[in-house]
């Protein structure tokens, strides 16, 4: 049966309009829990707020778990999805940048736009950072080439690569969220509590 | 004011949302595994396999190949040695033991173009035809017959009787012209050809010379 819109019960016009629908609540949602805050999400770095972390990992695994459910079920077809292609240290270094970028900032580019929607001014500096960097980027493109289309590994997952059970891999992977879950709560506590 | 035994649960909810996450969780990891079934439902590959578009027969085959129709390509998926000796011009050589290696799919599973297995007859182009529907590619076709009835139909089509009708008379001339055009001569088209050899004879003017008549002697002068 699924996903809906490859398999036609959901006709493709509808693609955008449901992106934006998506989009909306997600910016909605992200607002109203308090990540239009660059001391909010900076905390996980300092220790004094975990809210992005147990957020996005409660996030991935909610969906990693319900997919698999859905998928033995029969309601959608796990093999039509997109995998992100790995493109290994285009990845790597990219990753690096916009770690540094989120600790030095407290944005990620998502919430740094939902920010910049309430009217923080540290988030349209952040978007005109953004901007300068993506022109950067696009001058040098042919400098970045190499890297950025080398080192291609194709549309794998860490299931293919290390060849193991994907319900045992998620199995283990939800005791690993549980387990930073518990560990970052006793780091919170430790520290002093912060006011922002 | 929320119950106070609610209240007393709502202090351990995260532990809670935690074990609620781990039984989930061990639950894909307890749950009986089946085999998937791969690749299309069997109901679909028998509407595809019922499908009048299954089959293309000699006649269209030749008649897209003329008309230089450039929406297909032929997989010939016999083995190598056949496919030197007779091909389909501009046919593409897969033998069916290497149909479903990597350099194969490239060939198969797209989009752009119909698909049309050929094999001497169309026996082995329908297991190639299977077992690619199977995979969920698309526009495949079988050459109805295979090269057998290419040879019999196009190359040396049969000469009908006088007693046919005129359908199969225009089949025989469609078919006689398609085979010239894939190489075929044929006795009267030497025939047609060595005209045009022979010199026009320009018959010689005769010009008659009149003899003059004898004047009869005519007596006296």
Request: aromatic share 16%; proline share 4%.
């Given at each position: ?7 036609g019960?959901?006709p ?6 449901i992106?934006i ?10 607002e ?17 707020d975990?809210?992005?972390l ?6 991935a695994?909610v969906?990693?778990?319900g ?9 959608i ?13 285009g990845?790597i270094?990219?990753?690096?940048i ?8 407290g ?12 009217g923080?001014i540290d ?7 953004i ?22 590994y194709g ?9 193991i059970?994907r319900?045992?891999?998620v199995?283990?992977?939800?005791i690993?969220a549980?387990?930073a ?9 430790r ?6 | ?6 209240a ?34 069997p ?18 085959l030749?008649n897209?190949?003329?008309?230089q ?15 030197n000796?007779y ?8 033998p ?25 007859d169309?026996?082995y ?10 995979l ?6 079988v ?6 009835n290419?040879y019999?139909?196009i ?9 046919m ?22 006795p ?7 005209k ?26």
């Open positions: 049966m699924g996903p809906l819109i490859p398999n019960v959901i493709y016009e509808w693609n955008n309009i992106a629908i998506i989009g909306i609540v997600f910016g909605f949602v992200l109203a829990s308090g990540f239009s805050s660059s001391r909010k999400l900076a905390g996980v770095f300092y220790g004094y975990f809210a992005v147990k957020v996005f990992f409660t996030a695994l969906s990693l778990i997919i698999l459910y859905m998928d033995y079920l029969g309601y077809n796990m093999e039509q999805l997109y995998v992100h292609p790995t493109y290994l240290w990845a270094i990219g990753g690096v916009m770690g540094v970028g989120f600790v030095s900032a944005f990620c580019p998502g919430t740094s736009l939902c920010a910049v929607a309430i923080k988030a349209i500096v952040y978007v005109i950072g901007m300068v960097g993506i022109f950067i980027f696009s001058e040098l493109y042919t400098v970045f080439q190499p890297l950025y289309e080398g080192y291609f549309n794998i997952t860490l299931m293919d690569s290390f060849g059970n319900y045992w891999f199995f283990v992977f939800t690993i549980i387990l879950f518990v560990i970052s709560d006793l780091i919170r506590k520290r002093k509590k912060i006011f922002y | 004011m929320v119950n106070r035994k609610v007393k649960v709502l202090t351990f909810r995260y532990k809670i949302l935690a074990g609620i996450f781990l039984l989930l969780a061990a639950g894909l990891v307890l749950l009986p595994k089946y085999e998937k079934h791969e690749g299309i439902k109901e679909e590959l028998l509407s595809n396999a019922i499908s009048p578009e299954r089959y293309i027969s000699t006649d269209e030749a897209k190949i003329i008309n129709d450039p929406s297909f390509i032929m997989i010939d998926v016999r083995n190598e040695n056949e496919f000796k091909s389909i011009p501009n046919s593409i050589n897969i069916l033991k290497k149909l479903l290696d990597e350099d194969a799919i490239g060939y198969l599973n797209q989009n752009q173009y119909d698909v049309i297995f050929i094999s001497n169309h026996f182009a329908d297991q190639a035809w299977v077992l690619c529907n199977r969920d590619y698309k526009n495949l076709r050459l109805k017959g295979g090269i057998n290419w019999l139909t190359i040396n089509p049969t000469k009908p009787t006088e007693n009708p005129a359908e199969d008379f225009e089949l025989y001339s469609f078919r006689k012209s398609a085979s010239m055009f894939f190489g075929v001569v044929y009267e088209q030497l025939k047609i050809e060595k045009p050899e022979v010199k026009k004879v320009t018959p010689k003017k005769v010009i008659p010379i009149k003899k003059k008549k004898k004047m009869p002697v005519e007596g006296g002068c």
